[in-house]
Structures are given as C-alpha cells and as structure tokens.
C-alpha cells in the first residue's frame, strides 16, 4: 500500500514538470525492494534536443522512512547518484546534517543511504541533511553541496491518553435527562495529519444506564432523570478513548470518572413519633429546657437545617422552642413557673419545616411534619411561698419594748399544707433589736430604738416547713424585712458649731457683731424651724442682744455705745434656741465675746493674748492637742537618749563580728619537775579552800561581783576517793557557774593538777632510771627513717665503731 502511494506521488511530480517546455526536467528513480533509485536530472533546449547539465549532474529529493523498523538490516532509505558517475570509483559520497555518521550512513561508492538505528515519529519528524560529490582523488567537491529531507512516516504505535486518572466530579439529583456532568479529553501522539492513527473515539464501558458519554467530544451525560441521592449517591464511570476512528485494531486506553449525586433540598423532616412525652419537675427554672425532640431529614447539609414551632398548647405563653443548629434538635423550654397544684399536665403541638426550602419540589410532597407533645408535671416538696417579695415597716423611735411592727406571712404551696414557723436570721440582727412569733410571724421590738443612730433595719424573717409526722424543718425560705425608724421630737436644737467673738471698745450700740445658726438631730416632715432669744435670767442686765432673722440663724448685737476690756475682757452671752415642732425642744447655748482695742474703722489693734491666738482661728482644744503632742515628742527623745548612754556604757564582749571564738585561757606555767618545790605551791591545789572566792576572771572587764552561790555537784564514782581533786574541781565549777561577768559563750580552764595517790604515779621522766645503760634505745630503729639518728645516737656500740659522748 505504502510502495503504490509512493508510485502516485512519483506520477504526479512527473506531470508536473513535463507541462513546463524549457524547463522540463526529468526525474527517474528506482524503488522497489531494497534497492533505491538513481536520480538524474535531464532537460531540452528550444528546439527540443536533450540538453544535460555539466554543472550539476544529480539533485536530492524528498525520502521517506517507517518508523518503529523490527528488522534486523539496517533500513534502506534511498540512493544518490551523481551523473559525473562514470562507475570507476573515482567519485565518493559524503553525507552531513541530522544524524549522519550514527542514525544514517552513506555508502560512499555507490551513494546508497541506511538508517542503522530504529526511529520514532514522535521523537523526531523529519530530519534535514547535506550531500555532495567530491572527486575521490583531489578530495574537491563536483557539485555544490544539496539539502534533501528525510521524513518518518507515522504508524499507530501510541494508545490515546487521558489528561486525568482519575476523574472527580459531581452533579445535582433530580437532574433532568441530558444534564451535562463534565468532559473528558484524551490525546494521542500519533500523527494527526496521515491516516487515522491520532483520530479518537470515546465510548462508555462501565456507567451505563445512568450515564452516557458523546463519542467525538468526550462530553459525559446523566441518561437517567430524576436520580436520587438518598438511594444512590457514589457512581463510578469508566470511558474508553480508541483510535482509528474506533476500527477494529486501534489502540485504546481508559479512565475513571467518580461521579457524585450533591443533595438538594427535596425531602422534607419528618417526626419519628406522632406522640411524644416527657416530664418535667415543677421546681423548673424559667428558661430551663423540659423537652427535647428530633425530626429526621433525608438530606444533608443545609438542605436539613429545620425550624421547630408550637402551633398550639393549653398552656399559653408557657413554653417556648428553639432550633439547636449544632443537632437540628428542637429544644422545648420554660418562660413561667410550673406548679403542680394548679396544673398536672400540658399538651403541645409542633411543627417543624426546612430552614431553606426548594420551590421546585415544593409541589411533589409536604413541606412540614407535626406532632404531639405532652408534658406532666412533677410534684417536688417546695419551700414555703410568702404573699410578697419583700416587707417594708415602719415604727416611731419613741415606741415601747415589745410593740408589733408588722408581720410577714409564709404558706406551703404542696398539697400537704405543712405548717410554718418564723424565724429572724441573727445574721441580719446581730444586736437582738427585733424578733418574730413562730406562729402567726408578728414582729415586734426587743429593744428601744433611736432613729438619729440607725433610721433604717434591713433583716431577714426565715419561714421554715414541718412535718406533721416528725418535727424536723425540712424546707426554708428567707425574705428581707425593711423596718424604717420615723422621727419623733425627741432631740433639742443647738448651735451649728461653736461661735466666739470679739467686740471693740468703741463699738456702738445695736452693732451686729456675729450671725449664728442652728442644728437638729430631728428631721421633722416640714423641715426645721428654729427660734433665737436670749436667756430670761440674763435679759434684764445683758449687755447684748438676740436678734431672731427668721431664716433659721440670728444676729447677735451690742447694747451699749462702748465696752472696757479693762472692766470686763470676756462676756458669756446665753442663747435660747428652741424648734417648732411637738412637743418643744430647747436647749441653752453659750456664745464668747472678747473686749479688744479696736480703730476707728473697727479693725482689731490689741487683745489679751488668748483672744489674739483664738482670733488667729486656733480654739482651745487645738492648743491642748499641740501641746500634748510635743510633750510625747520630748518623752521619746529623752528616752533614746537614755538607751544609748546605757549601751555606750558596757562594753562589748565581742568587739569585731570576725572575733567569734572560743575563749581559750591557758596559763603557759611550767614547774621543775616533782623536786621543784619553789616554782609552784601544791599545798594550794591539794586545799582548794584557801583560793580566793572572789577571784576576778583575766579575760574580761570586771564589774559589780556578786557572791557567788554555792552549789553541790554530784561527781561519778570514780571520783569520789580523791576528795582533794573533788573539791578542788566543785570549787571551780561553781565559780564559773556563779560568775555574772562569764561570757555567753563556753571557755576552756586549764588546770594542771594531778592529784595525791594517783595510779598512774608520776609522769616525768627525770629519776626514771639511774644510768644509761639501764635503757634499751634498740626499738628506735624499728620506727622509720624519721628516727634514725635518735636510733645512731642512742643505739649503743653499733657497726660505725664510735659512740656520742
């Protein structure tokens, strides 16, 4: 088939050159079998005889190759041959460009070209290369160098490729027939342009009869309507793409396409149950959850959000329902209080519908589901319930020990009707100013009252629940009880603070000299009213005058044109004020005028001094308070003082923190031996009496010594033969003892006193023996090199033949 291609082509190039006169060239070439062809390149003149070309006697064409050769020659590709060929080997063939030397060789005496390697198409298409003819001897070209192309022809050696494997997508249910899901692409790198080897072809092997699939495009298709996630949700599609147009002998290849139903909104919830029932404590908290339900949906996701709604009930406004959005749960919960005594049971009835409903399924089913609720209520043993939610009182100050305020009252709410008894919580009233009769919950007073001290009592009246059947509180309540103190006239008027004045020596009469105010401890309903006089024992002589303002304050002026602060330095001027309400309050009050030497425009020149200080805004008791403080000032000073010289007085036992030691007092005395009877006196160890008891210690400054306090000492056995040490040690051990001026730390005495019949006899060594030769000075050398020359000093005769003298 490939051979008669080739001959057409041939024929129809040939045409074409033939129909050009001058131009005709005529191109020859050999094929079949193994063997190539030789081209030559003839033509005419004018008058038509045949000219040859002397220039160039050969010309390349176009040569062409299978790919994927299984033989086991080298394939043949063609032949060159130039017409200065006369076929005596003296012409030789060079071949260059794409592969020459390695994919294609030349055989330089006869020009016949072979490929030595196996080619792919899809690797490479065409390759470009060069020949020329050159003279074998002169090694010179005899043609300009040619260009001729090799083409690799295509074969069906690739299968179609998918871009995916493999394939994800999905598709809405309920999709009409014909929905698009998606398309698939597969590729083959065959050559599109010869034959069908690249032409693709899809078909469906696994799917059917869901899906189907268009054989040219690869667009995949629902073939089913209505499909329905809830029966099916995963559906697994294989396509198959094959070449050669789907003919019989094409290469194929497949992939897989997971296609999966998304949900819309086309089920509606539904109750498990049309009754449902639950119960419910009347102890229940508003807005705490008594019921849960919960509706199915067949779709997921948004599409099963639901809305739960009571649509009736015998309880209005009792209840109400939420959605949980976490569980799509409908949560039923209180907005009143249960009570068992007054209703045992409710009936409700719900509805739940989609959150998000699809108006194209809206007419195939119902949207919404309803059922029945019923709630029964629980009996618990309640507290006892008071009338109100707090009780105010009121009682005047004035009121009597034991008079009744008010009174609270408590029931039991349960069907039992236990009775109840009143208690004040001692928490609230600490000081016992009120209590409550058990029974009937009267309050009265305690104590007496005084609203100036305490205008309001804020308590606590506890109702405690008992049984009938044992006397025990099972059940409490508490409420607060206000009890508002009102005032009576029970306080007399003063004045608002302490007034004190002073009067000039040339003051004239009626001169107003001070304003004063008053005060009450009352609060009377309509506000204080105070009237201002001056005290009736004195009005007949007094030197000065009350004038009432009516304003709750009064003027105070003089009587007389002039006043001697040498006659009278200080006057005491009595003020009577009294209230308006009832009964009447009074009470006297003192107001102090100072005479001081005034100018003429009434400035103050000269006063007694007190006047001056308590002019100078000082009063009495703020003198009295400076002076008390600077006596605490001196005492403590004094008293600092004191301490230190105390302490500069004695000295330190210790005087550097670095000096912290035992005090170690040893006496470096050291006699002549047992013979030595002048350098120290042992009939005074052997008589410890004769030393001195009031022997001072050397290691510190003595003070005042006082007689030390004898005390007996028991000794271990062991010492109680030797009755000179025994004494002699009791001695010192109570001097130590007895001695203020000891340091308060341990110190070490030492005292070298042997005693009399000792059983170690005498430790010197002098009398010990009576000549030299009696000791044996042998045993030295046996103690180290240390004591050698002890040993050569007292060894005796030794080997050296000498002896220290």
Not at 96 to 109: K, M, P, S, V
Not at 604 to 623: F, R, Y
Not at 706 to 726: E, F, I, K, M, Q
Not at 730 to 735: S, T, V
Request: a negative charge.
């Amino acid at each position: 088939m490939l051979r008669g291609r080739t001959v057409l082509l041939l024929l129809v190039l040939w045409a074409y050159l033939c129909s050009h006169g001058d131009g005709l060239r005529a191109l020859k070439r050999t094929t079949g079998g193994r063997r190539g062809a030789a081209l030559t390149l003839t033509g005419q003149d004018a008058n038509g005889v045949p000219l040859r070309r002397s220039k160039r006697g050969w010309m390349w064409n176009q040569f062409f190759l299978l790919e994927e050769y299984t033989g086991l020659d080298n394939q043949y590709v063609g032949k060159l041959h130039s017409d200065g060929d006369r076929g005596d080997g003296s012409i030789r063939y060079v071949l260059t460009g794409d592969g020459a030397g390695t994919l294609f060789i030349i055989d330089e005496n006869s020009g016949d070209i072979h490929a030595t390697k196996r080619l792919d198409r899809e690797e490479k298409a065409y390759y470009t290369l060069r020949a020329k003819a050159v003279n074998r001897i002169t090694n010179t070209s005899l043609e300009g160098e040619s260009e001729f192309i090799i083409k690799i022809h295509d074969i069906n050696d690739n299968e179609p490729k998918f871009t995916k494997d493999p394939y994800f997508t999905h598709v809405p249910e309920m999709s009409p027939l014909g929905t698009v899901v998606m398309q698939v692409t597969a590729t083959d790198a065959d050559d599109a342009t010869y034959g069908n080897s690249a032409r693709v072809v899809y078909s469906i092997l696994q799917g059917q009869p869901y899906f189907s699939v268009d054989p040219n495009t690869g667009v995949i298709k629902t073939a089913l309507p209505n499909m329905d996630r809830e029966t099916k949700e995963n559906y697994v599609v294989v396509i198959q793409a094959k070449d050669m147009a789907g003919q019989m002998g094409g290469l194929s290849g497949t992939t897989t396409v997971s296609i999966t139903l998304s949900d819309v909104n086309d089920n509606p919830p539904r109750f498990p149950k049309s009754l449902y029932e639950f119960k419910a404590p009347e102890s229940s908290e508003p807005g705490s959850t008594v019921a849960v339900l919960q509706a199915t949906d067949a779709d997921i996701g948004r599409n099963a959000e639901m809305n739960y709604r009571i649509t009736s009930s015998d309880g209005p406004a009792m209840f109400d329902i939420s959605t949980n959005r976490s569980t799509q749960e409908g949560v039923i919960t209180l907005r009143k209080p249960l009570d068992f005594e007054r209703k045992r049971s409710y009936t409700l009835r719900i509805q739940v519908e989609n959150s998000n409903p699809d108006p194209r399924f809206l007419r195939y089913a119902a949207t919404t589901d309803e059922a029945m609720v019923k709630l029964i209520v629980e009996d618990v043993d309640e507290p006892p319930v008071f009338d109100r939610v707090s009780y105010v009182m009121e009682v005047k100050e004035d009121s009597a020990v034991g008079t009744i305020i008010g009174s609270v009252s408590a029931t039991d709410p349960d069907s039992s009707r236990s009775p109840v008894r009143y208690s004040i919580d001692r928490r609230t009233d600490m000081d016992r100013v009120f209590n409550v009769h058990p029974g009937n919950g009267s309050v009265f007073m305690l104590r007496t009252l005084d609203r100036e001290e305490n205008p309001w009592h804020n308590i606590s009246v506890i109702a405690t629940e008992f049984s009938k059947l044992h006397d025990n509180p099972r059940q409490i309540s508490r409420i607060p009880v206000y009890i508002r103190v009102l005032d009576v006239n029970d306080n007399a008027p003063t004045f608002a603070t302490y007034y004190e004045t002073f009067v000039c020596e040339n003051a004239k009469a009626n001169q107003r000299i001070q304003t004063v105010s008053a005060t009450d401890a009352d609060e009377p309903i309509g506000g204080h009213r105070f009237f201002f006089s001056l005290a009736h024992e004195v009005s007949g002589k007094a030197n000065f005058t009350v004038r009432d303002n009516k304003d709750n304050t009064a003027g105070i002026l003089t009587r007389r044109n002039s006043y001697s602060r040498l006659q009278m330095s200080t006057y005491l001027v009595p003020v009577v004020i009294s209230d308006g309400d009832f009964p009447m309050q009074s009470s006297t009050n003192t107001l102090t005028v100072r005479v001081c030497t005034c100018d003429h425009e009434g400035n103050m020149q000269l006063c007694n001094q007190e006047a001056l200080v308590l002019t100078a805004g000082l009063s009495t008791g703020a003198l009295m308070a400076i002076i008390i403080c600077v006596l605490i000032l001196l005492i403590i000073v004094v008293l600092f003082a004191a301490l230190r010289r105390q302490q500069r007085k004695k000295e330190p036992l210790i005087i550097s923190k670095e000096d912290v030691r035992d005090n170690v007092v040893s006496y470096n005395d050291e006699g002549g031996g047992e013979e030595d009877t002048q350098a120290f006196d042992i009939g005074t160890l052997r008589n410890p009496e004769a030393i001195e008891e009031s022997k001072q210690r050397r290691d510190i400054k003595p003070e005042t010594l006082n007689p030390p306090v004898r005390r007996t000492v028991v000794l271990p056995p062991a010492y109680r033969d030797n009755s000179d040490v025994r004494e002699f040690i009791n001695q010192r051990l109570q001097d130590n003892d007895q001695d203020p001026t000891a340091p308060p730390y341990d110190s070490l005495a030492t005292y070298a006193y042997e005693g009399s019949g000792s059983v170690a006899e005498s430790l010197s060594s002098l009398g010990s023996v009576t000549t030299e030769g009696d000791q044996d000075y042998n045993y030295l050398s046996e103690w180290g090199p240390r004591f050698r020359k002890l040993a050569d000093m007292y060894g005796g005769e030794d080997s050296d033949g000498y002896r220290d003298s």
